[in-house]
């Protein structure tokens, strides 16, 4: 495989994007939120570094330059053989356009193929196998795929395959009716002769604005303007994972997210994660990642599926499960945190309880007929909860004291 030369993209739209991440994109762009103890965008990073071949990674979005600076220094320290790269768009391209936008950028080297990969999705990666499956077919495009929950497969772009060539019969984004409980990743791998098939979605879009007074055709979106053309040129292929999959679109979701990514970990004995120490250690139960600059006290019990952010301190006897505590974060002794984002320098009292609701769908909307509905707890950037408070199931935007108990509401 090491002669095959592969480029990678990955798509991370901009600052008017992310708004259900909020609040926690208040203060850090979803790419950069940490899940299991690492930037989201990094697990992509970190999958694409075992990959022969591949030559570079092109970070596309239309973010400030300055805004993945430090975090393309970091991981060109942590991935030496990549050439990682921010370019940006002029203005929102869609997801195809900002690709073609780039074109010149992406076949330096002459690559064979590339992947395209969103950013707000975490899975397993199995890109070795997505690279074996698109040289069985030579197809233009092999695209990640997954089973889903059949309630759950209207929100996603709804595939049909021959179940033998794994040729995509049909394709639907985010149907009205139900086709189909397969659906598309957000992951895919393009043969590099692709750009002369969008080239001709970007004309056949303008011919439709100068037709119908179609909006933006300067933007063009790879699953609603390029992948019906390819299919219907039988040039799309897929590939079912087995492994993993979520899309973290709302705040909570990185509840999810962050546990997927640990237990995985878990499972492969990775070294980064807690064990328990008998001597002088806080008992950690399965997947739990803590920053080496945390402190945590030996009498708290922490897991499963818990990280814990550089320099937070846990006090004594504190229970901390299923959560994401982010940097410079305080907990004083005998607190409770369950099923929520602690969001950074928040300070929780002694005796208090921090807790949200486990929900099988992460990305459902926060109010429904105007009520909160049962979700992940999200405190933003330094909050305080005072001693002996129970906050339940509420979302709480950046810099409040909370002096009270709140349950079920949304504190602005």
């Not at 990969?117 to 069985?136: G, K, N, Q, Y």
């Not at 393009?190 to 179609?214: H, L, P, R």
Request: with cysteine; aromatic share 8%.
């Amino acid at each position: 495989m090491s002669q095959q030369q592969f480029k990678a993209i990955i798509l991370v739209g901009g600052p008017s994007r992310g708004t259900r991440f909020r609040p926690l994109s208040l203060d850090v762009p979803k790419p950069l939120f940490p899940v299991a103890g690492a930037p989201l965008i990094a697990h992509h990073l970190a999958a694409l570094s075992k990959i022969d071949g591949l030559q570079e990674v092109l970070i596309v979005g239309f973010f400030e330059d300055s805004v993945f600076s430090r975090f393309i220094e970091d991981a060109s320290n942590e991935f030496p053989h990549m050439n990682i790269k921010y370019l940006r768009e002029y203005q929102a391209l869609g997801t195809a356009g900002g690709i073609y936008h780039f074109r010149d950028e992406i076949l330096r080297g002459n690559p064979k193929q590339f992947f395209v990969m969103h950013v707000d999705v975490a899975c397993t990666f199995p890109l070795t196998e997505l690279i074996s499956a698109h040289m069985r077919h030579r197809g233009l495009c092999t695209m990640l795929s997954t089973k889903i929950a059949r309630e759950q497969a209207h929100k996603y772009g709804c595939l049909v395959q021959n179940p033998e060539t794994h040729e995509v019969l049909h394709y639907v984004e985010k149907p009205e009716t139900f086709i189909s409980d397969l659906i598309s990743c957000g992951v895919y791998l393009f043969d590099v002769s692709v750009f002369t098939e969008i080239k001709k979605a970007i004309k056949t879009k303008k011919e439709q604005e100068n037709t119908y007074s179609v909006a933006d055709s300067n933007k063009l979106s790879l699953e609603r303007d390029l992948l019906r053309p390819l299919l219907e040129a039988k040039n799309l292929y897929c590939y079912v994972t087995e492994g993993f999959w979520k899309q973290i679109k709302t705040a909570g979701s990185a509840i999810s997210a962050n546990a997927a990514y640990l237990e995985l970990q878990y499972h492969e004995h990775n070294a980064r994660l807690a064990t328990n120490n008998t001597d002088n250690g806080p008992e950690i139960i399965d997947a739990v990642y803590i920053h080496p600059s945390a402190h945590v006290d030996p009498t708290s019990k922490i897991g499963p599926n818990v990280s814990i952010g550089p320099k937070a301190v846990i006090g004594k006897g504190v229970r901390i499960k299923d959560s994401i505590i982010l940097d410079n974060v305080t907990i004083g002794h005998a607190s409770c945190v369950l099923h929520s984002v602690i969001g950074w320098n928040s300070k929780i009292g002694a005796w208090a309880r921090v807790e949200g609701t486990a929900v099988s769908d992460d990305n459902e909307e926060m109010m429904k007929n105007g009520v909160k509905v049962q979700s992940i707890t999200i405190l933003g950037k330094e909050v305080s909860v005072l001693d002996e408070t129970i906050i339940r199931n509420c979302i709480v935007l950046p810099h409040k004291e909370l002096k009270s108990s709140y349950h079920s509401q949304i504190l602005m």
